[in-house]
């Protein structure tokens, strides 16, 4: 899924993480290739209460 749309936040990971977690069907595992691509994905994941390592298998 390629979003081309401009992105309003310093870490473009963290908006693409809100999309995706947004889908009736959200990813269940992530991949970050870089720190800002990470920072933006925890933030965002924090963000809905899905951060909490309990949450992990």
Known sequence: MIDRKPYRYRFPA????HDLLALPNPPTALIALTETQTI???????????GS???TT
């Open 14 to 17: 963290y908006a693409l993480i």
């Open 40 to 50: 933006g994905s925890y933030r965002a994941i924090r963000e809905r209460g899905l």
């Open 53 to 55: 390592w309990a949450n």
